[in-house]
C-alpha cells in the first residue's frame, strides 16, 4: 500500500486558532479554507511511499531530529501566496527563517533526497520559504473579482511557535479536503 507522506511542524492549537480565525476578514475572497486541525508547516513532501520506505522515512526522521534542539519559530505576515506571482493561488502565513529551522530542513532534505529516487521540484530548487497554507483560492471567482474588489493581503502579525517535536504525516485526499494523520511524531534533541 502507498501512502502520500511529508514531514511537518504541527501548531498548537491555540496558534490553530488564531490563524482560522484569518478567514472572518476576508469574507468576500472565494477562498477554500483549511480545516482549523489541517494547519501545519511542511518541511519536506516526499510524495508516495510504501509500508518498507515510511518505515524507513520514521527511523532517517528520528535520528535527524535527535541532532537537532527544540527552538522557536516566528510566524510574521499574512500573504497571498506563493510570493511573486502576478495571480495568487493561496493565502500564507509566512515564518521568518531562522538558522534552526533552515538547518532542520536541509538536513531532512538531504537525508531523504539522497536515499530516494524523487528529485526536488522547482518550488522547492528555489529554497525553503517556511510557510503554512491558510486558504487556497478558487481561481476562477477569484480572477473575475474586480481589482478593487480584491483585499491587500500583506498583514503584519506576531506569533511565536515552539518548535519541540516534528512528525512524519499522511495525507489522504478526499473530496471534502486532505485528511492527515500523524504517523509518528519525533522529539527534537532526544
Known sequence: MNHRVFIAINLLPEIRE????TRDQYPQLPCRWVKKENLHLTLLFLGYL????????????????KKHQPFDLELNRIIFAPPGK???RMIW??????????ALQHD???SFFDKMTRQPDEDEKHGFAPHATLGRLKQWQFQQMEQEEIPEINNEISLTVPVESIEVMESEL???GP?????????LGV
Open 18 to 21: 488564531k490563524l482560522y480565525s
Open 50 to 65: 510504501n509500508d518498507e520506505e515510511v518505515l524507513q522515512t520514521c527511523k532517517t526522521t528520528r535520528e535527524i531530529g
Open 86 to 88: 502576478k495571480i495568487p
Open 93 to 102: 502565513v509566512q515564518g521568518q527563517p531562522s538558522k534552526e529551522l533552515a
Open 108 to 110: 531532512l532534505e538531504n
Open 174 to 176: 478526499k473530496r471534502e
Open 179 to 187: 485528511e492527515y494523520s500523524i504517523l509518528e511524531s519525533i522529539s
